[in-house]
């Protein structure tokens, strides 16, 4: 089973830290939704644990869920007088890699499923 406790300690919060706990709670429901949805499966199993986690922390680095500012990214460095650009939003791609990152993982417990 997933926790958030287990989630701050591997992003580095404090437990008693529970600011974020509203969403890294919503992360790891999305996480654990994703995956079984993926794998048509109705119990996350206890060999996914770990790769869940993996997403989890993925998300939360990539999404920055819960903040209202959108977070910057670099969208052009130049080198000669030093120019650094920023622009906001999230990278569009990120939310198809995600997936895509722990297909091989996934699959080992992906059943056919027939609509």
């Given at each position: ?15 008693t830290d529970t600011t974020?706990?509203?969403n890294l709670a919503f ?53 000669g007088d030093t120019t ?32």
């Open positions: 089973m997933l926790t958030v406790e287990t989630l701050k300690s591997l992003l580095g919060i404090a437990v974020q706990d509203v992360i790891l429901d999305d996480v654990s939704e994703t995956i079984l949805n993926y794998c048509n499966i109705s119990e996350l199993p206890s060999g996914l644990l770990r790769t869940a986690y993996r997403m989890a922390i993925d998300l939360y680095r990539n999404e920055s869920i819960g903040e209202a500012d959108l977070p910057m990214i670099v969208s052009s460095i130049a080198e650094t650009q920023f622009r906001t939003g999230v990278d569009s791609n990120f939310k198809d890699t995600l997936l895509k990152n722990y297909t091989m993982q996934l699959n080992r417990y992906r059943r056919v499923s027939w609509k």
